[in-house]
């Protein structure tokens, strides 16, 4: 079993930056890959970003890239969102996920953190 916190959440103006943190307890944490996803009002679940087991691989979503940035310390078992640029189509539920299988899918979901930009 995996357990996720999200937090770091909140209002911020376009233009601004969020930081999301979300916090591993169970397994081993470097063992598996992380993830975030998010959740606009209205709409399905999409990939936000995707980072390796070791920190040195990611990936991001086209509508993120250049803007997002994650990070993981395997020693403190968290993994971070670094968001700037943010912009009013940001807003969403922002939740942090877990691939402790090893495939396309994430298998441990957080409970979510809320961000709502303004314009």
């Known amino acids: 079993q995996v357990q996720l916190v999200e937090s770091g959440g909140g209002l911020v103006q376009a233009g601004g930056s969020l930081r999301l943190s979300c916090a591993a307890s169970g397994r081993t944490f470097s063992r598996y890959a992380m993830g975030w996803f998010r959740q606009a009002p209205g709409k399905e679940r999409e990939f936000v970003a995707r980072i390796s087991r070791s920190g040195s691989n990611s990936n991001y979503a086209d509508s993120v890239k250049g803007r997002f940035t994650i990070s993981r310390d395997n020693a403190k078992n968290t993994v971070d969102l670094q968001m700037n640029s943010l912009k009013p189509e940001d807003t969403a539920v922002y939740y942090c996920?877990?691939?402790?299988?090893?495939?396309?899918?994430?298998?441990?979901w957080g409970q979510g953190t809320q961000v709502t930009v303004s314009s």
């Open positions: 996920a877990a691939d402790t299988k090893g495939g396309a899918s994430f298998d441990y």
